[in-house]
């Protein structure tokens, strides 16, 4: 059974920290790219980051460059997202998703500007977990 599976969510206020995990299996987990997306209340699914198959790059949409890292422990199957400063616009649920073998984050990656992401290059998606930064 495939499983991509996000923890570490929780509340914090503004300029606090967190860290997500996703730990995947069932499938060749480092020959995906894997990518974060958020979906805010009310708004549409938006893709926060990506981490190539061996972490030689990786790419952040501007709202969170500098604030946020990706990295991944291709021996653990997991891939983790530090976020830092959190802002009251990174409430959201967050969700990991693993690109199909063909690709990589150059062709899930289409815009770093708040456009959208290319979601349908995912082939498998986690449920998501909850993060809410408030006062």
């Known amino acids: 059974q495939v499983q991509l599976v996000e923890s570490g969510g929780g509340s914090v206020q503004p300029g606090g920290s967190l860290r997500l995990s996703c730990a995947a299996s069932?499938?060749?987990?480092?020959?995906?790219?894997i990518a974060w997306f958020r979906q805010a209340p009310g708004k549409e699914r938006e893709g926060v980051s990506c981490?190539?198959?061996?972490?030689?790059?990786?790419w952040y949409t501007d709202s969170v460059k500098g604030r946020f890292t990706v990295s991944r422990d291709n021996a653990k199957n997991t891939v983790y997202l530090q976020m830092n400063n959190l802002k009251t616009e990174d409430t959201a649920v967050y969700y990991c998703?693993?690109?199909?073998?063909?690709?990589?984050?150059?062709?899930?990656?289409?815009?770093?500007?708040?456009?959208?992401?290319?979601?349908?290059?995912?082939?498998?998606w986690g449920e998501g977990t909850r993060v809410t930064v408030s006062q």
């Open positions: 998703a693993a690109g199909d073998p063909s690709g990589g984050c150059e062709t899930i990656v289409l815009s770093t500007t708040g456009g959208p992401w290319r979601e349908h290059a995912m082939d498998y």
């Open positions: 981490v190539s198959m061996s972490a030689d790059s990786t």
């Open positions: 069932g499938f060749r987990f480092k020959d995906y790219a």
